[in-house]
């Protein structure tokens, strides 16, 4: 049975007659052997030839087109060409490089320059004609300064400028012309400044304009009639990280060079029809970490060149089963962090040339099969393959359930078999070994569903986590773990009483107990299902990981069900686990301070017999639920968590308790101790009798014989 843990996913061998391999699997280079798609880019080689790791490395966009925009010019000599330059800076040909001079102003230096690098200076302003004698000035860095005023006439007389940087300044605004003679500029560099409007007219004159950096700035805006009225030639379009909020129709009508569009962390709701439909030759867009809630179906119509495009991190709340069709030539997908309620093969299916497509969850792969290289492929308790993606939390989920199982089935055997002074807190140990139990049940199930799925999880990851099965198994695991604990705490308190206050005339009889027991046991039950009763407020409550427990919160988790779960682990449980580690304590300290009073060697023993006891049954409890609380907190506190953490804790940390409380609360007393002896030897003088009988009639038997 346990052998699936070990199962190779399948290689197939296409028929020959066929053209392709099979949906879900891709070829080694060639047609002879394919491989699912859950092993190519995995990090390991699988293929004879290697095929199934190469080509992994997403370079679709604009990683392609970067080295053409950052052509190398013919190195100059070292020498310097210059007659003037302040001698602090430094020369190299016709370059002059003062960057973190101190400089207030720019520094006088021959006609003759072509790059001036004025970088981390504290220039304030640029006034008119000031770089009017450089008519052949071609590179024009002003990086990390402070300046906020720049007049239109600045850069008056740079014909030839090529590159200008004047970004991490306080520049607030662009004056129209004030590029009017940068007729020949190829890049503009405005990133982490101030500034809040753009009017195309602030771009006049940059005709030959091929890439346009805005980053971090505070626009709220694209300019009404086209950001490229004055930039025919603009090829890349950074502006990334502003404060636009729509996309016009008519923002890029005049973009028909753009082939990289970034718009990343801004605030954009809405995006009108056609806003990209001049985009003929985009080949990059970049529309993620906004506030988008819904794309037009046709918005992407146009923009058949289009290689990659990444809409992650917004708050869709549907997503087109058609919303891709026009991208033919898409390679990369980006739609990490969106949940895709209506997911489905239909939407993926018409990208024929798609290569890589990154999800929020590894379960949504099993929708796009014809994509070769899909991401996330685990989330840290699943794989592709497996329900559990540790091969060791494959083995050991059988061991801990079957640990678990033996030893609360052997104590309920053994407290029925072996009579006890106190039977209402035999009862209570019983119930409590019952609630353990069925940890040990959950698990078993976790395990079998694992071997059900093994080697094609993936294709059935959603239904199971949205199954009933899932919802039922993970209400099994809740009810026993908050049975338990109320268990434990009642247990608790009731030694608490005895202990501390031995002289109390109160003890619980077997109506009370049998109420209390009864009563902890449907509370248990009401918290468990309480989830089931309304899923507008809960969601799929079991359903948010493959092992079905609702440890970890992440953002996309219901308000409700947070409130819920937090109450439950941070309010009840840490409530419990307080009130055990103090009533344990005091026990403790009441017992020494009994035991001081007498001197005897006999009590000292004892004493040190009760304090190991009380040490490991708190430290077991902390071991235990320590970890949990850490971990629902920091989840709260939207701390990043990966999967597998949480599949070590539902696995090992999370049944310490169930495993340990027939050894703690039976097995280690020294009562059931003595009774098991006294029972175990009572069993052996009846052997001995029997054994003793069986000879003195095979000796009689003999002894006949013989007088005859």
Known sequence: MLQCLFVEPRVVEPDPSADACPLGHFPCGNLSVCLPQLRHCNGVTDCANGADEENCVDNSGWPHLFDAFLKTSVEETKECLLDVYPEECLCEGRKVD???????????????????????????????DLFIRYKNLEKLHLQNNSMSTISNRAFSGLHKLRKLFLSQNRITVLKKGVFRDLGNLEWLILEDNKISVIKWRSFLGLKSLFFLSLLNNSLEHIPKKSFCQEMPRLNWLELEGNKISSLRSSGFRDCASLTVLALRRNQIQMIEEGAFSALHRLIDLDLSVNRIQELPSSVFTNLQN????????????????????????????????????????????????????????????????????CKPNTDGISSFENLLANIILRV??????????????????????????????????????????????????????????????NRHAQLWMESLQCQLIGSLAML???????????????????????????????????????????????????????????????????????????????????????????????FAFITIVFSYTS??????????????????????????????????????????????????????????IILWVVIFILPINSALNPILYTITTTFFQERLKHCLQMKWQQLGMRETRHSISMISTHTRVSAE
Not at 421 to 427: A, G, I, S, V
Not at 612 to 637: E, G, H, N
């Open 98 to 128: 003062c960057t973190n001079k101190g400089f207030h102003s720019v520094p006088a230096v021959s006609s003759n320059i072509t790059t001036l690098e004025l970088n981390s200076n504290q220039i304030t302003s640029l006034s008119a």
């Open 587 to 644: 026990m403790f300290f009441s017992v020494r301070k009994t035991g001081a009073k007498t001197a005897r060697q006999s009590v000292f023993n004892r004493e040190v017999t009760i304090a190991k006891r009380f040490f490991f049954i708190v430290f077991t409890d902390a071991l235990c639920w320590i970890p949990i609380f850490v971990l629902k907190i920091l989840s709260l506190l939207q701390v990043e968590i990966t999967g597998t």
């Open 306 to 373: 289009l290689k990659q495009l990444n809409i992650s991190h917004n708050p869709f709340s549907h997503i087109y089963e058609d919303q891709f069709d026009s991208l033919v030539n898409l390679q990369s997908l980006g739609i990490e962090g969106i949940e895709i309620p209506n997911i489905c093969n239909r939407m993926f299916h018409p990208l024929g040339n798609l290569s890589h497509i990154y999800f929020k969850k590894f379960e949504y792969c099993g929708y796009s099969p014809n994509v070769r290289s």
């Open 396 to 457: 050991f989920v059988w061991v801990v359930a079957c640990i678990i199982c033996f030893g609360n089935v052997f104590v309920i055997c053994l407290r029925s078999c072996i009579a006890s002074e106190n039977r209402h807190h035999t009862m209570s140990i019983k119930s409590l070994c019952c609630a353990d139990c069925l940890m040990g049940v959950y698990l078993l199930f976790i395990g079998a569903f694992d071997i059900r799925y093994c080697g094609e999880y």
């Open 480 to 574: 026993s773990t908050e049975v338990s604990v109320m268990l434990l705490t009642y247990m608790t308190l009731e030694k608490y009483v005895c202990i501390v206050f031995p002289f109390h005339n109160y003890r619980a009889g077997r109506k009370q107990t049998l109420s209390t027991l009864i009563s902890i046991w449907i509370l248990g039950f009401i918290i468990a299902v309480i989830p089931f009763w309304d899923k507008h407020t809960f969601g799929n409550y079991y359903g948010r990981n493959g092992v079905c427990f609702p440890l970890h919160s992440d953002l996309t988790e219901k308000p409700g069900a947070r409130s819920y779960s937090t109450g439950i682990f941070l309010g009840l449980n840490l």
